[in-house]
């Protein structure tokens, strides 16, 4: 093979990739400009601030939506941070013990199931258990998906710690518990927030999981014990209708779900950028 | 230094958890929320309904799922909702697996329409076995010669026909596949009746909304859906000819006709009403019915129901036509009311 | 010496890690025993039958498992190639400014819910495939078993394209860290002898990487196995194998979407769970594969 030729196979190749770039972000151009152009025109007073009305009446917003959003994220919080960051402590501070390996290993198996079996797992243990569909099974199933992505994240982060710190803790007579609690998580909660953002923006965006726990719901309830709307459940019901006001209520859904998404992921990043710069 | 962020977090949580808790309270004391899913056969009416009784009645709020006759069946059994929802009544199977007995109160009529999307001039003609055996795949091009012996002076164009069907449990897919089982000897062999079969051809959407979204955004669609969503969303459906032979269109008035005899009601309302022999009925009619239990355990949602299925009897039966369901027959609403005073309130 | 405030604390922390184990456990537990009637009802015949029939309660989910690999597969077979070209795009040639933009950029699309998918597909993806690809593909293409039958815009194609968006990023990221891996002594002894860069990359650095490329690749696939709402709202509900990508399918997870509120009587709901239950043992199965074959790459720091 000489020179020429294997300057050529080098050109298109590595032109190959350049193409490979373009091409997945042209998805990226056209999901983000239709979510835009779509959605902006729902987006009025009416869309904050109203219930969904019946089929055909005008002027039908996602408020409840929006507020069952928030409801099932902060029971989710309530759940998978506790379990998460002090699981993710304990992976840690305390290596020696015996348990690191299997919640390592079951944290990740978690990960990776599917997010409508958690959903199924959910319905079977609370809907059934509580006879009811509500907003605290949604927000169990959520929290549940929350827990591995918190953890690792905190594990990961403890551990960049500088060993100095404790050291100097435990070396002026401090016990280690209040070495971990007051001194190396602090000095790491930059990116344990990092974490805890990224995880809350993964699970805002599910629907799957509420399909059957939190069920959806037309009014307002602030109820942990009655069905709940969310804002994915919305989109995703008023998606498949065939009514035009629903499918515009769906694009202004998608859009705000999309705008808070991004806003949390890019405060992540830079919170975190600022922590590790330092 | 205890300003830990988890700490924070912590708090954070535990403080809006009881504020949740303390607005459960309050909202709890404000009004009754009644939680209740099923068939989406209805759904259109059973929204006006709720959003109207809730204007005369602030304090109490019906929550409806519209998720299907087989969701509103399985999730009142389990008792996860206050009153399901059902096109296709329940069989002696369903009803011996719940561990206390129910009523199915009747609540409207309305029609199963074949609607399509194909640039047909003028009505669409069709027949049962027309029909049957478009959904059977015998039949797959719009101008197929069957459809055309129906419909002379129609252009038919020659694109193939893109079946769509229920993909969840559905009572207006009973209705449907009842109705086809009695007028096709193919059908009933080959798939029968249920609220879920074994589609031979086509593609499946989620509810009433979803197959009528199908219908809409795919040109050549035929579907089965309520007649509400027909017209609701502009969408043209066929005239089907009836036991009598006459080509019927489906109205609030063609409906009724299906149902004109209330001798042949059983006293569990349990009925089918499809091909009906009616000079005037449009043949594939259908009850809907709401499922509650007859002794109610909660005494307040249980004076809740019983008072909203008393208004639905009289109000509602008056906003019916307006969406274009069917009221119930008179002389049949007068036994309903018996039946739902026969509902025990603990 | 432990104080016992230590012993507290430990045991607090210690408390949560047991109960994430005993959670997952119980999920295990939870789906096997209410998946068991159908388990007993079907035995093996569950998985090779291809009778989905919730009316003569005969349940086989052949056609299912079949929906679900190739939709996946498909959406891998589109990824995995511009997800390695991305990769290298931005770990070997684009200036690091760009790189990290780029690469945020891809980032978004991870980050994209999987019902906004769903919705652009309804109504933006769906009917241009309907009008504008389906017709192109089955004229030039019809004569083969793949492009026949009327064109939907709803269907197979539908569901792996939407996929191959959705787990694109996972497979560039991924690569984008095992390149990073890559000592730098490969890519430098292979510039000595006169290699092109496509050259180092290719001999160097992919060959050196590839038991982590593959691993990324088997973690889009889980990812894509496990896909539930797009794929429900694009891919037509139908079980059925056909060889056609323009036909309708269904997946595992889709058809639990579509069924599980609504399905009445007790070997329906047990056999949704098993559908359930099997997915999940699948989509496990395939991420340990995958992060066994990412770690063999000496990454503590690639997970």
């Known amino acids: 093979m000489n020179a020429t030729r294997r300057q050529w196979v080098n050109r298109v190749m590595m032109g190959l990739t350049v193409l490979a770039t373009l091409v997945a972000l042209v998805p990226l151009f056209f999901i983000l400009s239709n979510l835009l152009s779509t959605g902006v025109k729902a987006l009025d007073l009416n869309f904050f601030t109203q219930l969904p009305k019946p089929v055909g009446e005008p002027g039908g917003g996602m408020a409840n939506a929006l507020v069952g959003s928030g409801i099932l994220l902060t029971i989710a919080c309530a759940l998978g941070l506790p379990l998460g960051i002090l699981g993710g402590i304990h992976l840690a501070e305390y290596q020696k013990s015996r348990i690191t390996f299997y919640t390592r290993f079951m944290a990740d198996l978690l990960n990776g199931v599917p997010s409508i079996v958690i959903g199924i797992f959910v319905y079977a243990i609370l809907v059934i258990g509580m006879k009811s569909y509500s907003a605290l099974a949604?927000?169990?199933?959520?929290?549940?998906?929350?827990?591995?992505?918190?953890?690792?994240?905190?594990?990961?982060?403890?551990?960049?710690?500088?060993?100095?710190?404790?050291?100097?803790?435990?070396?002026?007579?401090?016990?280690?518990?209040?070495?971990?609690?007051?001194?190396?998580?602090?000095?790491?909660?930059?990116?344990?927030?990092?974490?805890?953002?990224?995880?809350?923006?993964?699970?805002?965006?599910?629907?799957?999981?509420?399909?059957?726990?939190?069920?959806?719901?037309?009014?307002?309830?602030?109820?942990?014990?009655?069905?709940?709307?969310?804002?994915?459940?919305?989109?995703?019901?008023?998606?498949?209708?065939?009514?035009?006001?629903?499918?515009?209520?769906?694009?202004?859904?998608?859009?705000?779900?999309?705008?808070?998404?991004?806003?949390?992921?890019?405060?992540?990043?830079?919170?975190?950028?600022?922590?590790?710069?330092? | 230094m205890k300003n830990l962020f988890k700490n924070l977090m912590k708090k954070t949580a535990v403080a809006a958890l009881a504020l949740c808790l303390l607005s459960t309270a309050a909202v709890a004391?404000?009004?009754?929320?009644?939680?209740?899913?099923?068939?989406?056969?209805?759904?259109?009416?059973?929204?006006?309904?709720?959003?109207?009784?809730?204007?005369?009645?602030?304090?109490?709020?019906?929550?409806?799922?519209?998720?299907?006759?087989?969701?509103?069946?399985?999730q009142i059994t389990a008792k996860t909702v206050d009153f399901g929802a059902t096109d296709a009544p329940m069989s002696s199977g369903d009803m011996s697996a719940t561990d206390a007995p129910l009523f199915h109160i009747p609540t409207t009529l309305g029609a199963v329409v074949v609607s399509y999307n194909a640039p047909i001039s003028g009505e669409l003609k069709l027949s049962g076995e027309v029909i049957a055996n478009i959904y059977l795949g015998k039949i797959t091009k719009w101008n197929d010669p069957a459809i055309a012996a129906l419909n002379s002076g129609v252009t038919l164009p020659a694109t193939d026909i893109l079946v769509v069907y229920r993909s969840d449990g559905s009572g207006t897919t009973y209705v449907f596949t009842d109705y086809l089982t009695k007028v096709s000897g193919a059908w009933s062999g080959k798939i029968g009746t249920g609220k879920s079969v074994k589609w031979p051809v086509g593609i499946g959407a989620k509810g009433n909304e979803g197959v009528t979204g199908m219908i809409k955004q795919t040109p050549g669609a035929l579907g089965y859906v309520e007649l509400n969503y027909a017209i609701e969303n502009k969408l043209p459906y066929a005239s089907v000819s009836n036991k009598a032979g006459k080509f019927i269109k489906p109205t609030v008035a063609t409906v009724s006709a299906a149902a004109s005899d209330v001798s042949k009601i059983p006293a569990d309302y349990r009925v089918s009403i499809t091909d009906s022999a009616a000079a005037e009925a449009y043949p594939i009619s259908s009850f809907t019915y709401l499922l509650v239990y007859i002794k109610q355990t909660d005494a307040a949602k249980g004076k809740a129901l019983v008072d909203f299925l008393n208004w639905a009897m009289t109000e509602g039966q008056k906003i019916s036509p307006s969406l274009n369901y069917s009221p119930l027959p008179e002389a049949l609403v007068a036994k309903v009311q018996k039946t739902i005073s026969e509902i025990k309130i603990k | 010496m432990k104080l016992k405030a230590d012993r507290l604390f430990e045991g607090i922390t210690r408390l949560a890690a047991l109960s994430l184990i005993g959670i997952v456990l119980l999920m295990g537990l939870m789906l096997f025993v209410q998946a068991w009637p159908s388990m007993q009802a079907f035995g093996f015949s569950f998985i090779f039958g291809s009778d989905w029939d919730p009316v003569a309660e005969h349940y086989g989910i052949l056609p299912i498992i079949y929906g679900t690999l190739v939709s996946s597969f498909l959406a891998v077979l589109i990824a995995a190639p511009l997800g390695i070209g991305i990769a290298i795009f931005l770990s070997e040639l684009a200036p690091p400014g760009l790189a990290q933009v780029l690469g945020m950029l891809i980032e978004?699309?991870?980050?994209?819910?999987?019902?906004?998918?769903?919705?652009?597909?309804?109504?933006?993806?769906?009917?241009?495939?309907?009008?504008?690809?389906?017709?192109?593909?089955?004229?030039?293409?019809?004569?083969?078993?793949?492009?026949?039958?009327?064109?939907?815009?709803?269907?197979?194609?539908?569901?792996?394209?939407?996929?191959?968006?959705?787990?694109?990023?996972?497979?560039?990221?991924i690569t984008r860290e095992v390149l990073k891996a890559v000592p730098l002594e490969q890519r430098e002894a292979a510039l000595a002898l006169g290699a092109t860069r496509w050259e180092t990359t290719r001999l160097a650095v992919l060959r050196y990487g590839r038991s982590g490329i593959i691993g990324a690749v088997f973690l889009g696939l889980g990812r894509a196995l496990g896909e539930t709402m797009a794929v429900t709202m694009v891919i037509g509900n139908r079980a059925q194998i056909k060889a056609s990508l323009l036909a309708p399918a269904q997946t595992m997870a889709s058809v639990v979407a579509n069924e599980f509120s609504e399905a009445t009587g007790k070997l329906h709901i047990a056999s949704l769970v098993e559908v359930g239950f099997i997915l999940m043992l699948i989509t496990l199965l395939i991420n340990a594969v995958a992060r066994l074959l990412v770690l063999r790459m000496g990454g503590e720091h690639l997970k």
């Not at chain 3, 495939?129 to 793949?146: K, M």
């Open chain 1, 138 to 278: 949604g927000g169990v199933a959520l929290g549940l998906m929350m827990i591995p992505t918190v953890m690792r994240t905190t594990e990961e982060m403890l551990k960049l710690v500088p060993r100095m710190i404790k050291e100097a803790g435990l070396a002026l007579g401090i016990p280690y518990w209040k070495v971990i609690l007051f001194l190396v998580v602090p000095a790491a909660r930059k990116g344990i927030v990092t974490g805890v953002l990224l995880a809350i923006a993964r699970i805002a965006g599910e629907t799957a999981p509420l399909l059957f726990t939190a069920l959806g719901n037309q009014y307002w309830s602030v109820s942990l014990t009655e069905p709940i709307s969310a804002l994915p459940l919305q989109i995703f019901v008023y998606a498949i209708s065939p009514y035009e006001t629903w499918h515009q209520l769906a694009w202004g859904g998608a859009l705000i779900l999309i705008g808070m998404l991004f806003v949390l992921n890019l405060v992540s990043r830079f919170s975190f950028k600022k922590s590790r710069g330092r």
């Open chain 2, 29 to 74: 004391a404000e009004s009754l929320l009644i939680n209740g899913a099923g068939a989406t056969f209805p759904y259109p009416l059973y929204s006006k309904w709720f959003a109207e009784y809730h204007k005369a009645h602030s304090d109490i709020q019906f929550n409806y799922q519209s998720i299907g006759s087989g969701g509103g069946i399985q």
């Open chain 3, 108 to 173: 978004w699309l991870a980050a994209i819910p999987s019902v906004i998918y769903g919705l652009w597909g309804i109504f933006f993806l769906v009917p241009w495939l309907r009008q504008t690809v389906e017709p192109v593909l089955i004229q030039w293409l019809g004569f083969t078993p793949f492009f026949q039958g009327p064109a939907y815009g709803i269907g197979m194609l539908a569901a792996g394209l939407i996929l191959s968006i959705m787990i694109l990023p996972i497979i560039s990221s």
